[in-house]
C-alpha cells in the first residue's frame, strides 16, 4: 500500500519561502508509470494543482504560480519536495502531496499523469508574521 | 484554464436516496474527467477516472457517466458514509483544474 507524507514548517512569514517534502512509502518513486504531485486547499475553499514532477526531474506548474514554484525530486530518499517563494496570507492553505496516475485509453494508447490516486494527509501552512 | 462547474453547490439527500452530481467543463475534455470525495479534515479520495471508470475499492453504488462538456456523478442508495463533499477535475489539459465542489448533506 503506497503512502505519502507531507513535512514541513507549519507557519510561514510573509514574503519568505514555505518548503515542504513529501515522502513516500510502499513504493518506489523512480517507478515510470507515475507522476507525483503538490495540491493545496485554502481553509473552506476547493482545491488549486500547483504541479508535478516525474522521477526524471520533469516538472509541469500551474501558470498562476509558475513564477514562485519549483518541485524538486530527491529518489535516493523516494521524496519530492515543494518550493513557494514570496508568500503572502493568499498562500495559507492544507497543502497535499499526491500521485498521479496514468491508464491505457480505449485504443491502448498510455496516458500518463491524469488522475490523483494517494494522496497524503496534507499539512496545514499559516502565512503570518 | 478550463473552468469546472458543478452544480448544484449542496444538497440535501436521505438514506437510500439516490444523487446526481453535474459537473460542466468550460470547453472540450473528451473524457478526462475523475471525481473525487473529501470528508472534513481529510484528503479527497478518488472515486472515478476516466469519466465511468471505478477506481479499486470504490462500492459500486458510485457511477460516472458523459463526455465531452457534460459529466455526471451518480449515487445510488445513499449511505452514512457518503456525507462529504465532491469534486470534479479535468485531466485533459495544463492546468489541472477541479470544480468548486458539491457538498451532500443529510436531509
Known amino acids: 500500500q503506497v503512502r505519502l507524507q507531507e513535512s514541513g514548517p507549519g507557519l510561514v512569514k510573509p514574503s519568505q519561502t514555505l518548503s515542504l517534502s513529501c515522502t513516500v512509502s510502499?513504493?518506489?518513486?523512480?517507478?515510470?508509470?507515475?507522476?507525483w504531485s503538490w495540491i493545496r486547499q485554502p481553509p473552506g475553499k476547493g482545491l488549486e494543482w500547483i504541479g508535478y514532477i516525474y522521477y526524471s526531474g520533469n516538472a509541469y506548474y500551474n501558470p498562476s504560480l509558475k513564477s514562485r514554484v519549483t518541485i524538486s525530486v530527491d529518489t535516493s530518499k523516494n521524496q519530492f519536495s515543494l518550493k513557494l517563494s514570496s508568500v503572502t496570507a493568499a498562500d495559507t492553505a492544507v497543502y497535499y502531496c499526491a500521485r498521479v496516475k496514468g491508464y491505457y485509453d480505449s485504443s491502448g494508447y498510455w496516458q500518463a499523469a491524469k488522475d490523483f490516486d494517494y494522496w497524503g494527509q496534507g499539512t496545514l501552512v499559516t502565512v503570518s508574521s | 484554464d478550463i473552468q469546472m462547474t458543478q452544480f448544484p453547490s449542496s444538497v440535501s439527500a436521505s438514506i437510500g436516496d439516490r444523487v446526481s452530481i453535474t459537473c460542466r467543463a468550460s470547453?472540450?475534455?473528451?473524457?478526462?474527467l475523475a471525481w473525487y470525495q473529501q470528508k472534513p479534515g481529510k484528503a479527497p479520495k478518488l472515486l472515478i477516472y476516466g469519466s465511468s471508470s471505478l477506481q479499486s475499492g470504490v462500492p459500486s453504488r458510485f457511477s460516472g457517466s458523459g463526455s465531452g462538456t457534460d459529466f455526471t456523478l451518480t449515487i445510488n442508495s445513499l449511505q452514512p458514509e457518503d456525507f462529504a463533499t465532491y469534486y470534479c477535475?479535468?485531466?485533459?489539459?495544463?492546468?489541472?483544474?477541479f470544480g468548486q465542489g458539491t457538498k451532500v448533506e443529510i436531509k
Open positions: 477535475q479535468q485531466a485533459n489539459t495544463f492546468p489541472r483544474t
Open positions: 510502499g513504493g518506489s518513486i523512480s517507478n515510470g508509470d507515475y507522476y
Open positions: 470547453q472540450d475534455i473528451s473524457s478526462w
